[in-house]
């Protein structure tokens, strides 16, 4: 993996959500001038930047170096993942056994 590859990963995945460097600075809470700076490879982000920047894209570090499985959700999927995101632990748990409930029924 070289240098610019968490460059290049940062900017594709903007393109693919169709983010402005504004949107990507807003949704990450870190100032705009490093984003414009990481976009344009001036800098690599910082591992608290890229941890900022993987949470404003609501996915997690693990899935932003896996290749494809995040970025080929669907909009449902996607959508599914941001509520999950947000529930507590307990509601996490509730959540993943009506699944599984749903999923053995067929």
Aim: with cysteine; hydrophobic share 35%.
């Amino acid at each position: 993996m070289d240098e610019s590859y968490v460059n290049e990963k940062i900017k594709r995945i903007c393109e693919d959500k169709g983010w402005t460097e504004y949107r990507l600075a807003k949704e990450c809470g870190i100032p705009n001038s490093t984003v414009h700076n990481i976009l344009h490879k001036v800098t690599v982000p910082s591992f608290i930047s890229l941890m900022k920047i993987c949470d404003g894209f609501g996915i997690t570090m693990a899935q932003f170096f896996a290749e494809g499985e995040y970025l080929d959700l669907t909009d449902d999927q996607r959508e599914v993942l941001d509520i999950y995101r947000h529930l507590s632990i307990h509601e996490r748990e509730i959540a993943v056994a009506y699944l599984k409930g749903l999923a053995s029924r067929t």
